[in-house]
């Protein structure tokens, strides 16, 4: 699952104290063990090598350089949705042709800096995007490549925020549309329509809604090649899940004992197979640590206020997430053999674990049963690898944490702590228009 484990009631990442790395670097802290990051990525390639996929790493789910660059040594291409993740992408040193470009709502000025870049596939979403997708190409005397994203209807399981794949969605174009969006614009000399893309949603726990897409996918691409259109790529993209409590997940070749067999035949015939895994690859390669500042009894609720919040790691309260959450030390009693909602052992004590922004929703956990902790004391907040940092902000003019990535028993500092000087110096300084 990951490289952070407790020995003799003290938790390490990789070789790595926690609690002397949070001495050193102070808190909060993110930090990420590279073997987890390296294992998890060699895991689903190896899991899915008879059909050997392009595996471009999801940008939004954790975008550290330092982080980006080591997929891509380990031959990751990168899932971006925006122009600054494709900035990141080429600063990390990825290929263009390497790079697929999704998301409903493209500029111009992104998609001009994707056709210089010479991404290897844009994701459309709709008629209106590919026709100005296309009308820029033109304009600059540019060709590229585009796959469409088409909507299986497929119900995900997972939560409504994070569900993509059903009919009502933003995202996509629904499988009767994909018919007459290939007849319109099949034929286009400038944005190339000949791969299909799908995202059903994240996290997703089980195989069986994969099987449906793909099925529905590959009947797609039949039909299609019964008009006279080829489809040379199919892009699966991601969602697989990670262990946010042990075991959830099933292994990378449980999916690829489905998937595979359904698509050999399409990858021997020439197709070029995609994958987009994000969460997958960085939720358990990542804890943010955080320390105890205060205990408070409001009525019969016992509060364990820390000094990171929302602001740092807002899925707790965007999407009703849980997060296993322990001290960093902790006598034998308490050393956790697994990671579970419910922790069966003497001694624990129902709290609320919060963080200092002023929002009633900040909080990590509501009624979680703990060991007892005190004021300094270092607690840990597990599979935050994923959607931790990168959705980090500033509100109540908080500086954001620094992020550490461990390497056996060295740790770098790959994002400086932020100041309160970095807060305000964008605003120093007015500049007349």
Known sequence: MDQMQYRDGQLFCEQVNLDDLAARAGTPLYVYSRRTLIDHLDGLMQAFAAVDPLICYSIKSCGNLHILRLLAQRGAGMDVVSGGELYRAREAGVDGGRIVYAGVGKTDAEIRMALEAGIGWFNIESEAEFENIAAIARQMRRQASAALRVNPDV??????????????????????????????????????????????????????????????????????????????????????????????????????DKLVPLLKPFVAQGGRLILEPGRTIVANAGVLLTRVQYIKMGGAKKFVIVDSGMNHLIRPTLYDSFHFIWPTRVTPMHQPKTRHRAMHQQGLEKCDVVGPICETGDYFARDRALPPVARGDLLAVFTAGAYGMVMASNYNAQPRPAEVLVDGAQATIIRPRETYDDLVAPERHAQPL
Do not use: C, N
């Open 155 to 256: 119900d995900a399981r997972t939560h409504a925020k994070t569900t993509t794949g059903k009919k009502e969605t933003k995202f996509g174009v629904d499988l009767e549309r994909a018919h007459r969006f290939f007849e319109r614009y099949g034929k286009d000399a400038h944005l190339h329509l000949s791969a299909l893309h799908m995202h059903i949603g994240s996290p997703i726990y089980t195989v069986e809604p994969y099987v449906e897409a793909v099925e529905k996918a590959l009947q797609l691409i039949a039909d299609l090649k019964a008009t006279g259109v080829a489809i040379t790529a199919l892009d699966l993209g991601g969602g697989f899940g990670a262990d946010y409590e042990e075991r959830q997940t099933p292994p990378y070749a449980a999916y690829a």
